[in-house]
Structure formats: C-alpha cells, structure tokens
C-alpha cells in the first residue's frame, strides 16, 4: 500500500471515506428524533429519518466493491473479527422470526457495512501508529459535535447522557496508553485526549467515568515495555475501592455527578429494568426476540417502552438469544486474546488498542456500544475492534510469545497487493 499509493493520494482517500462514514454519526446528532408520545413500532421501522443512514451504507457498500477493499473484507474475515461477523450474520438471520424484519434486515447490514469498512479505513491508512492516531481523533471528533449538538438544543455546560461520553472514555484511554507506550507523542494526540476528557466530564456519567478510571488503572499498572502486571493491577484496584468506598461522599461529587447514594446502590433504576428484561429473555432463550428491534418489544415496568435494556450483553441475549450471545462472548474474547498476546510478544501497539477496547466494553454495561444495533459512538469502536485483523499478523495469532517478538510493521512490506 505505501509503494503503490502517494501520502497525499492516500490522505484524501482517508478524507473521502470518512465523511462517508460520518454521514451516519451526523444524522443522528442533528436530525434527533422526538420521542415524545412517539409510538413502539415507530423505534423499529424503516423510515425517511433513517433515509441518510440508507445512503451511506450504500456508498460504504459500493467502496467495498474496490478491489483493495475486498482484500480488507478477506482480512477482516480472516483475523480475530471473524466471529463477531458470524454473529451478526446470526442477528440478520433473525429476520425470520422477528417482529419487525426489515428493520433486522436494515440494522444487521448496516453494522457488517460498517465493521468491514472500518477495516478498509485502517487498511488504506496502512500504518499501524498512524490507525491509532486516526481512531484518537476520530473519537474526539465523534464526541465533540454530539455535546456540541445538545449544548445548543438543551443549554448548560453538563449534559447527563452515556452517548457522546462513552466515546471519550475509549478515546482517552487510547490516547493515554498510546503516550504511556510511546506509541504516539503527547503533542500528536493533546486537542483529540482534552476533548475527550472533557465529554466525560461534562456528559455526567456514571458508567463513563468508572470506565475512564479502570482503563487508567490498566495504563498505570502497565509497565512502559512489558504486559501488563496483574499483581500491580489489583494493589492499584484495592486502592481505588477503600477510597471510593471509604470516601464516598467525599468523591461523589466528581465521580457521579447528579448522582445520590441511593441512585448509585440501585444503578439509577437500571436493577428493575433488568430484571424485567431478564424475564423477557427467558420467553425466547434460544434465538431471541430478533436483532435490534427485539428489546424494544418487550413491557418493562409494567408498560410497553422504548428503552432498551442498557446492558450489552443483556440486550444481545433479548435480541438473539443464547446462540446469538454466544457468537458474541467469543469474538470480543478473540480479539482480546489476540491483542494480549501480541503486547506480550512486543507488539507496541496492541496494549492501547485492547485497554480502549476494554473500557468500551465495560461502558456497554451501561450503554449498549456493540452489539444490539449501531448508535453514533458504534462507529469509531468498531475501528478499534477491527485494528487487530487489520494491523496484526497471524503471526500473532499461533506463535508463542517466546519464539516471534515482531512488529506488524516490519512484515508488512513484504505483504504487497
């Protein structure tokens, strides 16, 4: 890629898929639908509000056609995302025993759209340090306009949501642990780790904010060359624990803004609507309810709702049942587990990579990020959690770390198109 492409070929390349991929992210943050008295089936139909989102799946659809981008795809399908594609091509399958079908088909194309192009991205990007650069400001670019947005609707600096500050916890820590491992300069990464910062500030939530400090954990407990020290881990955690715990009220006031003592035993309400999801996983077990539109279908507290489940794994097992949760287990734990081994074998740029993609996980327990449909803050973190199958080697993938201490970059110029 770097031989049969000049930098400014490639960076306007980079610039064009993009605003491609933005487009989604962009209607949803300006053409915000009125929930108000807004009907159920409403949540789960195709209609013209979802009409930009149509467009630029197609457009990614058609760039996918390049034949550089189908060997991106193949690389996707080959690498440690395999399982995650084999998930939602179960979710689209879902389709046939779904309330809403083509709802399921529209969402599930969307997100393997989505997941593939953002392989292609990081693909004509070409360079490891270079992708984790990209994603750093992607991210804060994705969570600048959102709270740009509701500052203007809504008015005030603080904007409670778990949307745009999700983001900039998975982009701070990116940005963080790539200075940690020198991986990427403080002054490469400044503007996109402040802003970040500041959407988890200033976005108020609880969920970002115990995210943001467990990725700062995991950076702390990692030396500058080596793996992480899990005993360091778990003294710098037992720390963190007798100061929250002893020190509550004390800490509260910044770690959960808003927030009283007993909103935080109960997980702000959230302890009832899991229950109540968690009975209506149980009616369909096996498959689900169908993907995307499933959660949105059931009564929860005693009403029908459109909220979702708020749970990742919660809302993946009401939408595809036990199969569908366990295609999903399996392909985050893949690509973990590729990611902790290429840091243990020297790979500099793995370790970021797998503390953003922890800290978005540990976010989606809160706030669906990946798998129960796409949202805003999906795209951006499926670029993370396709940089393994883009950047890494199967070198990775089967060698012991004792045997092949080698960087990606070191190999990839032997791997011409």
Same mark, same amino acid.
């Given at each position: 890629m770097r031989n049969d492409l000049s930098s400014s070929s490639r960076l306007k390349d980079v610039l064009v898929l993009s605003l491609i991929a933005y487009l989604p992210i962009s209607r949803a943050v300006l053409f915000v639908r009125n929930s108000t008295n807004r009907p159920l089936d409403g949540y789960s139909t195709v209609d013209m509000q979802n009409a930009i989102n149509i467009a630029a799946t197609v457009l990614m659809m058609a760039f996918l056609l390049r034949p550089r981008a189908r060997f991106s795809v193949l690389r996707?399908?080959?690498?440690?995302?395999?399982?995650?594609?084999?998930?939602?091509?179960?979710?689209?399958?879902?389709?046939?025993?779904?309330?809403?079908?083509?709802?399921?088909?529209?969402?599930?194309?969307?997100?393997i759209v989505i997941l593939f192009f953002m392989g292609y991205i990081l693909d004509v990007i070409g360079d490891p340090r270079d992708g984790i650069l990209y994603l750093c400001r992607l991210s804060a670019l994705t969570s600048l306009l959102p709270y740009l947005s509701q500052v203007v609707r809504n008015g005030g600096l603080f904007q409670h949501t778990n949307s745009f500050s999700t983001c900039g916890a998975f982009g701070a820590v990116l940005a963080l642990a790539s200075i940690k491992r020198g991986v990427l300069r403080f002054s490469e990464v400044k503007y996109s780790l402040l802003i970040c910062l500041a959407a988890v500030v200033f976005g108020t939530s609880s969920a970002s904010n115990i995210s943001l400090i467990i990725g700062v954990l995991m950076i702390a407990a990692a030396p500058k060359q080596r793996v992480v020290s899990v005993a360091r881990l778990l003294v710098l955690s037992v720390i963190m624990f007798l100061v929250v715990t002893r020190g509550v009220e004390v800490v509260r006031p910044y770690v959960f803004p808003g927030k009283t003592t007993e909103n935080i035993r109960s997980l702000r309400g959230r302890i009832s609507l899991y229950r109540d999801f968690w009975e209506a996983f149980q009616e369909h077990p096996v498959a689900g309810r169908g993907f995307a539109s499933g959660e949105r279908s059931v009564e929860v507290l005693g009403r029908a709702t459109?909220?979702?489940?708020?749970? /990742?794994?919660?809302?993946?097992? &009401? +939408?595809?049942?036990?199969?569908?949760?366990?295609?999903?287990?399996?392909?985050?734990?893949?690509?973990?587990?590729?990611?902790?081994?290429?840091?243990?074998?020297?790979?500099?740029?793995?370790?970021?990579?797998?503390? /953003?993609?922890?800290?978005?996980? &540990? +976010?989606?327990?809160?706030?669906?990020l990946i798998g129960s449909e796409w949202r805003y803050a999906t795209t951006p973190f499926l670029g993370i959690v396709t940089y393994a199958s883009i950047f890494l080697t199967p070198v990775h993938y089967t060698v012991r770390s004792e045997l092949a201490p080698l960087w990606y970059g070191e190999l990839s110029d032997s791997t011409e198109l």
């Open positions: 996707v399908l080959r690498g440690p995302t395999q399982w995650l594609v084999v998930y939602h091509v179960f979710c689209l399958l879902s389709c046939l025993w779904a309330t809403s079908p083509l709802y399921v088909v529209y969402r599930a194309i969307e997100c459109v909220n979702s489940a708020h749970n /990742a794994i919660l809302s993946v097992a &009401v +939408n595809t049942g036990t199969i569908g949760l366990l295609f999903f287990c399996v392909g985050l734990y893949s690509i973990a587990l590729i990611l902790y081994r290429a840091d243990r074998m020297g790979d500099g740029v793995a370790y970021p990579i797998l503390v /953003a993609l922890v800290v978005g996980l &540990v +976010n989606s327990m809160s706030y669906p």
